[in-house]
């Protein structure tokens, strides 16, 4: 894989792991959705720990990713906000279906991008893990599927391309 690619899958992992981090709290969503969601956050530091050192540094402590890849990943999710501007109305951006949408499109990226580079078993680990967690999140948002769909195509038409 390029170093692009490379940038771009881990760019996309850590705002997926934003995003499920939204259905991992008990007062969102019950006990099954909040364990896939922390199954998700799981794979998202696996599949970004695989790429290399230089992504995960230490601080003090705790180990967090990297200034550069924080930056990179905020103009990954200004681009997904901006795509969602386009087909939601800005009161919907406050919904679960939007940050369902940012599950679906960096799923459909990630999928995309392993696929036409072949990356490592952590990132299709990560595919599959965030497949199941997309099915919960669209099982109860059966209504607003099809819109959430035209964002995260949107979406990895840009990111992915």
């Known amino acids: 894989m390029t170093k692009r690619t490379t940038g771009q899958l881990v760019s996309l992992a850590y705002v997926l792991h934003g995003a499920a981090e939204s259905f991992a709290s008990p007062e969102v969503s ?34 967090e990713v990297s200034d550069a890849l924080k930056r990179q990943a905020q103009r990954t999710l200004d681009d997904f906000v901006g795509v ?30 392993t ?25 109860d948002q059966e209504a607003e599927e099809g819109l959430m769909y035209r964002v995260a195509e949107s979406f990895t038409e840009r990111c992915a391309a």
Request: net charge positive; with cysteine; hydrophobic share 40%.
């Open 115 to 139: 696929k036409k580079h072949g990356a490592g078993k952590e990132w299709r680990k990560l595919e599959s893990v965030t497949a199941t967690f997309l099915t919960m999140l669209v099982h």
């Open 30 to 63: 019950g006990w099954k959705l909040r364990r896939q969601a922390e199954r998700v956050m799981k794979n998202c530091i696996n599949a970004i720990g695989s790429v290399g050192s230089s992504v995960i540094v230490d601080r003090g402590e705790h180990r």
């Open 84 to 113: 969602a501007g386009l087909h939601m109305a800005r009161r919907d951006f406050y919904t679960p279906s939007f940050v369902t949408a940012r599950v679906m499109g960096c799923h459909l990226a990630i999928d995309h991008l």
